[in-house]
């Protein structure tokens, strides 16, 4: 009885651990990525606001039964420049086991499907949840 009570009281303090821990970053370079279920993990990407162009999730989408996006905050340059610079991150939850690609693009006026035009930047990255 005693081991049961002192397993459950450490599952309960690795999950808050785990939850205000902050989430894994990574960069362009990193294009396989390896999470567990249930993890937050964001991507680091140079974001020039004031140049007009902007990060997408590319088709083909990922599974959405393996990787979920959920949203993008900016880091600004400190101290701020002209009005551009700094990073993005992109929010990604790794919803269940498997393997998906993931495909970002920083274009102008551009879809999900959008072609490779003049300027636009290309990401690939492989994540596996486990």
Request: include cysteine; charged fraction near 20%; glycine fraction near 10%.
């Amino acid at each position: 009885m005693i081991a049961v009570a002192i397993a459950a009281l450490l599952i309960a303090v690795h999950t808050v651990i785990s939850r205000l821990s902050e989430p894994a970053v990574y960069d362009a370079d990193s294009t396989e990525i390896a999470v567990g279920p249930g993890e937050h993990f964001e991507i680091q990407v140079a974001d020039g606001r004031a140049d007009g162009f902007r990060w997408i999730i590319a088709a083909p989408r990922p599974d959405p039964a393996v990787l979920r996006a959920s949203g993008s905050h900016v880091d600004p340059d400190e101290p701020p420049s002209s009005g551009a610079g700094g990073s993005r991150y992109l929010d990604f939850v790794a919803v269940g086991a498997g393997r998906t690609d993931l495909r970002l693009l920083r274009c102008r006026r551009c879809t999900d499907g959008a072609g490779v035009a003049e300027g636009t930047q290309s990401l690939e990255f492989r994540v596996t949840v486990g």
